[in-house]
């Protein structure tokens, strides 16, 4: 049973409100875009505009928002983010043109930027490497369920008011009482919190747990005795040349093109060429997020309790999977069984969601590095992956193919399983720091550790 | 992202009337009601803000 009482669980329950607050408001925003593009007399071209600006805000401050996060600290960070939440939010009630509202998503996008690189340091500072994975996962389910909710909340207040304005002026709110939780109960670093009990000290650190240190950055410190507990002295070029973070990239690059390019067209692809009713053709994709609840949440347990703290075999089919799934959905053709679509798409979340940039890459980054360089490390990871988000919008649409039968998404489709095969044999190739090998190698070798050490010289 | 447009898709069908592009028109008589949210929204906003980076109390110094 969780004890709500035990420090480490405030602060990741608060890192996890704050992402969920960060989910809450992009997905409205595309819960009620249809009627904002008929009140502002947006175009194609320009709503595509809008949501790209987001999209690119969000990847070109991802390497700043890394290094400030472990130069200022999480909290300070998750507070930007939140603090941007609640003023952006409301300016979008009073935007009156597609420039107004282009501006506001590019600033919207840097802001938000800044949260998963905090929370992700919290989780891999608060907890130990035994429990990381299942925090970390934890953590990662707010983007999952936010998606699932944000409907039910934007679209009743829309209605209930005549206007998606009001939407927009009353979730602005819900960043208050966040910023209030973050004030009281995050601290950047266990040993440095006031009403941490030594019992919970121990529990994270071990017999490190005595440790305080004089020097909160391992880039800069020249021994592991200058550092807090649990971390270890990493030079920058360990974190920016190092294999598996440039690995984690170019998955996150193609994982999210995949999975962002997936669940923005699939209503669309309901609709034109399975020639489902509306609702039915929205609901493919929350069947997606459903699946990537379970998969997050399920990668977490795996990772902690069946694969003794390895991250990257929780990783290494889920590609594969993805692209099986997806080839599975390009034999769908109109009068296909519904059961059989939510099965597809279940599973293609599911795996999509066991991935370097779906789960776990909080607890990988804290032990192939050090927790004091997931800020950074991240930001690099997570600019791929936003990279491949942007880029998913026009190559899909230009992938889609008119035929007298209406538009065929088989050609996206086929994207989307390739961009899971390049994301397997990434990660494939990354190291697994349990085994000090790759985990691959670590199974053909009849499961015998390899060399690879996490000093300078390896990276 | 695609689900909520769905649902948001269908609030628009049911809607018969286009909501003015300007805010001031949306709003109407609520307008400057609005504004005055939105001014509290943002200093008690500023306020946390301030207080995160200028006054943790929580934190320890280092060595503490």
């Not at chain 1, 266990?190 to 017999?207: H, K, M, T, V, W």
């Not at chain 1, 927790?371 to 899909?396: C, E, T």
Request: charge should be positive; charged fraction near 10%.
């Amino acid at each position: 049973m969780i004890d709500v009482s035990q420090r480490r669980y405030q602060v990741i329950g608060t890192a996890w409100s704050a992402w969920f607050v960060n989910y809450i408001d992009r997905t409205k925003t595309a819960a009620l875009l249809p009627l904002i593009t008929v009140s502002l007399a947006m175009d194609t071209s320009q709503t595509g505009s809008v949501l790209f600006a987001f999209f690119i805000g969000y990847a070109a401050v991802q390497p700043v928002a890394g290094f400030l996060t472990d130069l200022v600290g999480a909290k300070k960070t998750l507070a930007l983010s939140v603090a941007a939440f609640s003023i952006f939010t409301w300016t979008m009630a009073l935007v009156g043109n597609w420039q107004e509202l282009f501006i506001r998503n590019l600033l919207f996008g840097i802001s938000q930027g800044f949260e998963v690189t905090a929370g992700s340091r919290l989780a891999a500072t608060w907890f130990p490497p035994a429990t990381r994975g299942r925090a970390f996962a934890f953590h990662q389910s707010a983007y999952t369920i936010a998606p699932i909710l944000a409907p039910f909340i934007a679209v009743p207040i829309a209605q209930l008011t005549g206007s998606w304005r009001w939407s927009f002026m009353v979730i602005a709110f819900f960043g208050l009482p966040v910023l209030a939780a973050i004030d009281r109960l995050v601290t950047d670093r266990p040993e440095r919190d006031a009403r941490i009990s030594e019992a919970e000290l121990a529990y994270i650190f071990g017999a490190d747990s005595h440790k305080r240190g004089a020097v909160l950055d391992p880039a800069r410190a020249t021994s592991d005795e200058q550092l807090p507990p649990g971390e270890r002295v990493t030079p920058y070029r360990e974190i920016f040349l190092n294999r598996s973070v440039a690995l984690m990239f170019v998955a996150g690059f193609f994982g999210l093109l995949a999975s962002w390019g997936l669940t923005t067209w699939l209503p669309t692809y309901g609709v034109q060429q399975l020639k489902l009713p509306l609702i039915l053709a929205g609901s493919l994709s929350s069947v997606v997020y459903a699946g990537s609840l379970v998969g997050v949440i399920g990668g977490g347990i795996l990772s902690d309790r069946v694969f003794g703290t390895k991250r990257t075999p929780v990783w290494l089919f889920g590609g594969i999977i993805m692209a099986a799934a997806i080839l599975w959905a390009t034999t769908f053709q109109p009068g296909a069984p519904l059961i059989e679509m939510y099965a597809a798409f279940f599973i293609a979340g599911l795996a999509a969601s066991m991935s370097p940039t779906g789960q776990l890459f909080a607890p990988y980054l804290a032990e192939l590095l050090t927790p004091g360089a997931v800020g950074r490390s991240l930001g690099v990871v997570v600019l791929g992956g936003m990279i491949g988000s942007a880029v998913a919008q026009p190559l899909v649409a230009a992938l889609v193919v008119q035929t007298p039968n209406g538009p065929q998404f088989g050609g996206a489709f086929l994207l989307f399983a390739a961009c899971g095969v390049v994301v397997s044999v990434c990660v494939a190739l990354m190291i697994e720091p349990r085994v000090h090998r790759t985990y691959l190698g670590y199974l053909l070798a009849g499961r015998k550790e390899g060399s690879w050490e996490a000093t300078p010289a390896s990276a | 992202m695609g689900s909520n447009a769905s649902f948001g898709l269908s609030l628009f069908l049911q809607q018969t009337a286009r909501e003015p592009a300007d805010a001031g028109s949306a709003f109407g008589g609520l307008f400057w009601l609005v504004i005055a949210l939105d001014v509290l929204n943002t200093l008690v906003a500023l306020y946390f803000l301030w207080r995160i980076w200028f006054r943790d109390p929580a934190a320890r110094q280092p060595g503490a």
